[in-house]
């Protein structure tokens, strides 16, 4: 069937400001990392995308290694965009990175120039795609010079394949020499991307200032520590859930602990007092900051999208509960 989006797609979604750039990005932003692989149903994550963007959603995050297999989340993009998403093409923000192993020799991987503007359009292709919105460094590169990686992400700006340039897991001290580079070149970086929830909090600790100094916006990804900071695990790990199909280690290091679990279940009943969902709560609680321009989640079903939308009808905190989200997190 054609598709037609929702007409009140933008009635509800809140907008902010990316940075100091005039880019305004939706307070929630789909990722394709993990279920629009080569191994999942077309028609399951064409549901999730059109879901998406009928509720305001309208960044949509990539990377070159997404899938699995890699490579394969932009491959399964590609079909939908081009059934379902090719007429509102302008109405979207579309992003991909580079910077994990992706192809054998030694420039599949890291951050050189030959790497990223060979994944770059290489990730074009994947996609279909004209350009990218944003396109980022995946992760800093230990070997080679900061200089090289932020002259390639301006070239890709500049040569048309990508709108904006981000990065992604670098530490405040790389961020604020990257942006001082990328100033330098004429190319600000727009956003970074972090891994931040209530469980793994680094971003805390100087980025979010250097982010606020920088003028640079924050897209955080796992704000729900991969599924841990919802109902799902209270009672047990159901079978083919993320943690049991990654025995129970998750990609980004998280475990199902009875630690993290007993934490879990008093912070359930403190999002029961504030009429939201845990998962609700955790993401109201990530953009917290002013800092924080959009939580990036993951969905599996189109239900877990429409939750996590939900979030934004309730994203104030009295001190009160914030003081007992840091007890329980202290615990």
């Not at 809140?14 to 939706?26: H, I, T």
């Not at 994990?100 to 599949?108: D, K, Q, T």
């Amino acid at each position: 069937m054609t598709y037609s989006p929702a007409e009140n797609r933008y009635d509800t979604m809140v907008y902010n400001r990316c940075g100091k750039s005039g880019l305004l990005l939706p307070a929630i932003s789909l990722g394709l990392w993990y279920n629009f692989g080569g191994k999942d149903a077309l028609e399951h994550c064409r549901a999730i995308l059109q879901s998406s963007f009928d509720l305001g959603i309208t960044h949509f995050d990539l990377a070159n290694n997404y899938g699995p297999p890699p490579g394969s989340a932009e491959e399964t993009f590609r079909q939908i965009f081009k059934k379902d998403f090719t007429l509102h093409r302008d109405e979207l923000i579309i992003s991909s990175k580079a910077g994990y192993p992706m192809w054998s020799g030694p420039y599949g991987n890291w951050g050189s120039r030959k790497s990223l503007v060979a994944s770059c359009d290489q990730s074009l292709k994947r996609t279909g795609l004209d350009y990218f919105d944003i396109f980022y460094s995946h992760r800093p590169d230990p070997e080679t010079a900061i200089e090289e990686t932020m002259s390639a992400l301006d070239y890709i700006v500049r040569s048309g394949r990508a709108l904006y340039a981000g990065i992604s897991t670098y530490s405040p001290e790389q961020t604020r020499e990257a942006s001082r580079i990328l100033n330098n070149l004429g190319t600000p970086c727009l956003i970074h991307q972090p891994r931040y929830n209530m469980f793994d909090r680094w971003i805390e600790d100087g980025l979010l200032a250097v982010l606020r100094e920088e003028g640079i916006g924050c897209i955080c990804f796992s704000a729900l520590d991969q599924g841990i900071l919802t109902d799902k695990y209270i009672d047990s790990i159901p079978d083919g859930s993320r943690a049991d199909k990654l025995n129970n280690k998750l990609a980004w290091g998280g475990k199902v602990t009875e630690e993290n679990i007993a934490k879990v279940k008093i912070l359930n009943q403190i999002a029961k007092k504030r009429d939201q969902s845990l998962a609700q709560m955790a993401i109201a609680w990530v953009l917290r900051h002013p800092e924080m321009t959009t939580a990036l989640i993951g969905a599996s079903k189109v239900s877990q999208v429409e939750d996590s939308v939900g979030a934004l009808k309730n994203l104030d905190f009295s001190v009160k509960e914030l003081q007992e989200i840091e007890e329980v997190l202290a615990g």
